[in-house]
Nanobody, 115 residues
Framework: QVQLVESGGGLVQAGGSLRLSCAAS????????MGWYRQAPGKQRDLVAA???????NYADSVKGRFTISRDNAKNTVYLQMNSLKPEDTAVYYC?????????WGQGTQVTVSS
């Protein structure tokens, strides 16, 4: 069973930065894609950024140029660097790991951006 633990959320002013971390454990050789998602109150959970096994990345249009997803294979950790944060980035951010047959989710971390 793959387990994911997020950290790094918090309260920040608009224009500020935060870095989220997702520490993964378990049979990680099964995982093809790691991603960060977010869910604001009353809204659906949306993909923010993803990184595949080859290292290729993709981003939601709303965060392109501001957020960067990266990974440290030695630490089994995926990061989401968030710069130039906006109030509309406020949400619970979830780390996810996708294998061929399963999706694994972390517990989520709250990010609140004040105006």
């Amino acid at each position: 069973q793959v387990q994911l633990v997020e950290s790094g959320g918090g309260l920040v002013q608009a224009g500020g930065s935060l870095r989220l971390s997702c520490a993964a454990s378990g049979p990680l050789f099964l995982i093809n894609t790691m991603g960060w998602y977010r869910q604001a109150p009353g809204k659906q959970r949306d993909l923010v950024a993803a990184i595949v096994r080859s290292g290729s990345t993709n981003y939601a249009d709303s965060v392109k140029g501001r957020f960067t997803i990266s990974r440290d294979n030695a630490k089994n950790t995926v990061y989401l660097q968030m710069n130039s944060l906006k109030p509309e980035d406020t949400a619970v951010y979830y780390c996810a790991a996708h294998s061929r047959n399963n999706d694994y989710w972390g517990q989520g971390t709250q990010v609140t951006v004040s105006s």
